[in-house]
């Protein structure tokens, strides 16, 4: 799994995984429940994956959207 996306807002994430299903590309979120280590104030980012095969058109379809 490649990483397209990292952030800290879970709508940006939300919305951005929401797009990519539309599209016919699978997505998961690494990272969702480091919010225990830093006490639920969402400073740590979470992450946006996708398949290896999928990461070049992934990629283009947010930037063009601009949500990367």
């Known amino acids: 799994m490649k990483e397209i996306l990292r952030a800290t807002d879970p ?3 939300t919305h951005a995984a929401a797009v990519l ?3 016919g590309i699978a997505s998961f979120e690494f990272d969702r429940h480091m919010s225990v280590l830093d006490g ?3 400073i740590l980012p979470r992450r946006l994956m996708v ?3 999928d990461q070049a058109r992934a ?3 947010l ?3 601009g949500i990367t």
């Open 11 to 13: 709508l940006t994430l």
């Open 21 to 23: 299903a539309g599209e």
């Open 40 to 42: 639920s104030i969402g």
């Open 51 to 53: 398949a290896d095969r």
């Open 59 to 61: 990629g283009a379809i």
């Open 63 to 65: 930037r063009d959207l």
